[in-house]
Nanobody, 117 residues
Framework: QGPLVESGGGLVQPGGSLRLSCAAPRMITSTFSSSIMGWYRQAPGKERELVATITNGGTKYADSVKGRFTISRNNSRKTLTLQMNGLAPEDTAVYYC?????????WGQGTQVTVSA
């Protein structure tokens, strides 16, 4: 199925925005379309937590990001996006792209998001 390649992390001030992207270039398009895709994050000293997931049937968000983050996918391009608005210091974490297909989980390498003045 191939790796997940993330991009778009960085340093941003509180209230700012970032857009994370995840690509699955080696994945067959039909397989990508059938996959559950999502974003998780892990802050220092904390467990990895769900941020948002998306299937062809809909989306799911953690309560902490509802109304601020938007997850989307482009099945033909095999890409996943997380638009993050209204960022706060507590959003600082390593963000991981996630895929589940046929019960098999795959994780990206992670991208650092730091929200600080």
């Amino acid at each position: 199925q191939g790796p997940l390649v993330e991009s778009g992390g960085g340093l941003v001030q509180p209230g700012g925005s970032l857009r994370l992207s995840c690509a699955a270039p080696r994945m067959i398009t039909s397989t990508f379309s059938s996959s559950i895709m999502g974003w998780y994050r892990q802050a220092p000293g904390k467990e990895r937590e769900l941020v948002a997931t998306i299937t062809n049937g809909g989306t799911k968000y953690a309560d902490s990001v509802k109304g601020r983050f938007t997850i989307s996918r482009n099945n033909s391009r095999k890409t996943l996006t997380l638009q993050m608005n209204g960022l706060a210091p507590e959003d600082t974490a390593v963000y991981y792209c996630y895929r589940n297909y046929g019960g098999q989980d795959t994780w990206g390498q992670g991208t650092q998001v730091t929200v600080s003045a």
